[in-house]
C-alpha cells in the first residue's frame, strides 16, 4: 500500500496559481498511475487529471483542460497538480490517489483544501 500526502493548498485570488503536491511513502510511486480528485461541500467527488504509470499520458476533466498540469517526479516519489486561472468553482478538498491499474485508485491521501476567492 502507498501512503500519500497531500500539501499546498490554501486561499488564493480569482485568477491566480497554486501547485498541490503529493508525496508517496510505502512503495515507488513509478508503477502506479495517479490522480488527482476534488470534492466540494455538498457535492460528489470529482475526477480532476490523471498521468500513466509509464508513458507520462496525462488526461483532464473538461472543467480543468488546459488550467490544470498533472506531472510526476518518480525520483521524489511525488506528483504534482499547477492549477493556473483558478476560478472560484474550484474551491474544494483536492486528493491525489494511486493505482497499479488506470483508473482503479487504492490508495487516497488525506486532502488539501483549496479556496478561490472572487
Known amino acids: 500500500q502507498v501512503r500519500l500526502v497531500e500539501s499546498g493548498g490554501g486561499l488564493v485570488q480569482a485568477g491566480g496559481s497554486l501547485k498541490l503536491s503529493c508525496a508517496a511513502s510505502?512503495?515507488?510511486?513509478?508503477?502506479?498511475?495517479m490522480a488527482w480528485f476534488r470534492q466540494a461541500p455538498g457535492k460528489e467527488r470529482e475526477f480532476v487529471a490523471r498521468i500513466g504509470r509509464t508513458d507520462g499520458s496525462t488526461y483532464y476533466s473538461e472543467s480543468v483542460k488546459g488550467r490544470f498540469t498533472i506531472s510526476r517526479d518518480n525520483a521524489e516519489n511525488t506528483a504534482y497538480l499547477q492549477m493556473n486561472s483558478l476560478k472560484p468553482e474550484d474551491t474544494a478538498a483536492y486528493y491525489c490517489?494511486?493505482?497499479?491499474?488506470?483508473?482503479?485508485?487504492?490508495?487516497w491521501g488525506q486532502g488539501t483544501q483549496v479556496t478561490v476567492s472572487s
Open positions: 490517489a494511486a493505482g497499479m491499474y488506470d483508473s482503479v485508485y487504492s490508495s
Open positions: 510505502g512503495r515507488t510511486l513509478s508503477s502506479n498511475f
